[in-house]
């Protein structure tokens, strides 16, 4: 899908209120989020490479949230495709 900010998909299909915009950089695939209910996220976290993701991801200790199910590489790939 693709609105004014560019590529995305949701990265929990039953809230639309939060989507991931993905882009690629340099042949890198790079995520940023983007949440209705926290519109200064956009602003205050620029564009993340997947690699980046990936480590801060092994680190995760967290039970809430799932940075493998939010940033899924997959999905973005697919929505660039898409998008082309």
């Not at 989507?19 to 940023?32: G, K, L, N, Q, T």
């Not at 209705?36 to 949230?65: C, R, S």
Request: negative net charge.
């Amino acid at each position: 899908m693709q609105d004014k900010r560019g590529t995305y998909y949701y990265p929990n299909p039953s809230n639309k209120r939060i989507r991931m915009y993905v882009c690629e950089m340099d042949d890198v695939i790079a995520f940023r989020l983007w949440n209705a209910d926290v519109p200064q996220l956009w602003e205050e976290h620029g564009w993340v490479p997947y690699d980046a993701i990936q480590k801060a991801a092994a680190m995760f200790t967290g039970k809430n949230f799932d940075p493998h199910q939010a940033y899924d590489i997959e999905l973005a790939k697919a929505a660039l495709k898409e998008e082309k």
